[in-house]
């Protein structure tokens, strides 16, 4: 079982450095999208969430799970990108 939780650890690792990586470009979009509005795409969200179930298919990962995992992951990633905007938004105003 020790064994199994160093490993588990070890791709809790991965995937932490995957998701910050993943942040920087959410934080980067911020800096480019010239509306609020254009923040959230639900076509955009629809296919994420399609393209994750088939990779989640082909992975042998329970779908249910990917996708509940990724509109999670969708929500904050859009939230923090939200907030990240209009900080951008505010700076430049204020200047």
């Known amino acids: 079982m020790a064994e199994l939780r160093l490993e588990i650890d070890r791709l809790d690792q991965n995937l932490v450095e995957l ?3 993943r942040q920087r470009y959410i ?9 609020r509005h254009e ?10 969430l399609e393209k994750v179930t088939a990779a989640a ?4 990962l329970s ?3 990917a996708r ?21 938004s505010a700076s430049n105003n204020s200047g």
Not at 39 to 47: C, M, N, T
Not at 68 to 88: D, G, H, T
């Open 19 to 21: 998701l910050s990586q």
């Open 27 to 35: 934080e980067r979009a911020a800096e480019i999208k010239a509306y």
């Open 68 to 88: 509940a995992v990724w509109r999670e992951l969708m929500e904050r990633s859009i939230a923090l990108e939200m907030a990240r905007y209009e900080a951008l």
């Open 57 to 60: 298919k082909r992975a042998g």
């Open 39 to 48: 923040i959230r795409d639900e076509a955009r969200i629809e296919d994420v």
């Open 63 to 65: 779908p249910e799970i």
